[in-house]
């Protein structure tokens, strides 16, 4: 029903940025909450950042200062820029969204695209 995409992930030196998109396609009524999380390797998955429709936002901390969530509702779209990157940022990162469809509200991920900070 809901088809999240996502794109912008590659392999970037420590200190250098990159800026993930993900858009939302499919029987979408409105989107609330759109984030983005990150499971590196061996380890759980984790929240990175997200965005309510009006715009509010939050980060985890070892993000705070260096990653900006932002969202074009007109395009169904959320962005992740990230600035400072870091080897410990290094991860498959996800979107995610919490959509009102036509047949009822769905939790929705996108495919995952790689970031790797290595040098």
């Known amino acids: 029903q809901v088809q999240l995409v996502e794109s912008g992930g590659g392999l970037v030196q420590p200190g250098g940025s990159l800026r993930l998109s993900c858009a939302a396609s499919?029987?979408?009524?409105?989107?609330?909450?759109m984030g983005w999380y990150r499971q590196p390797p061996g380890k759980q998955r984790e929240l990175v950042a997200a965005?309510?429709?009006?715009?509010?936002?939050n980060y985890t901390d070892s993000v705070k200062g260096r990653f900006t969530i932002s969202r074009d509702n007109a395009k169904n779209t959320v962005y992740l820029q990230m600035n400072s990157l870091k080897p410990e940022d290094t991860a498959v990162y996800y979107c995610?969204?919490?959509?009102?469809?036509?047949?009822?509200?769905?939790?929705?991920w996108g495919q995952g695209t790689q970031v790797t900070v290595s040098s």
């Open positions: 995610n969204a919490g959509v009102l469809t036509t047949k009822g509200p769905l939790l929705s």
């Open positions: 499919g029987s979408i009524v409105r989107i609330y909450a």
């Open positions: 965005i309510l429709n009006g715009g509010s936002t």
